[in-house]
């Protein structure tokens, strides 16, 4: 199990599916699972241009698509793809074992602590 300091629990990886987003709380933050080519990904989840949840928009190919003004994120790496958003979301590890989902209580970047 990776070190409960550093990673939380999420949700059974069979739960998690393709070209879904699945919304979770880590502390104060809202962050999302996103599966793509049948990896998962753990994202910010509010859009970093205006209040979103992004995981009320769309997956397609590699790219979240906020559901407000369209601005679209690397699924990947949390760059932006489409404007009007300017600002990368954070994005964390994910650890799979024993069928469970963990993800890293820390971004693993675009910390928003690095601005």
């Not at 599966?35 to 989840?45: C, E, P, R, S, T």
């Not at 997956?59 to 949390?78: A, K, M, Q, R």
């Not at 994005?91 to 690095?114: A, C, H, L, M, W």
Request: aromatic share 8%; with cysteine.
């Amino acid at each position: 199990m990776p070190d409960p300091n550093e990673y939380v629990e999420v949700m059974p990886e069979s739960m998690v599916e393709e070209g879904e987003m699945y919304p979770f709380d880590l502390d104060d933050e809202q962050l999302m699972l996103a599966k793509v080519d049948g990896k998962i990904h753990a994202l910010h989840g509010i859009c970093t241009h205006e209040y979103a949840e992004l995981w009320d928009g769309d997956i397609e190919d590699d790219v979240i698509w906020c559901p407000l003004h369209s601005s679209g994120f690397n699924v990947e790496t949390g760059e932006v793809t489409n404007f009007p958003a300017v600002v990368p979301l954070p994005v964390y590890d994910v650890q799979i074992e024993d069928g469970t989902v963990f993800v890293s209580k820390k971004p693993i970047r675009n910390d928003p602590d690095d601005r």
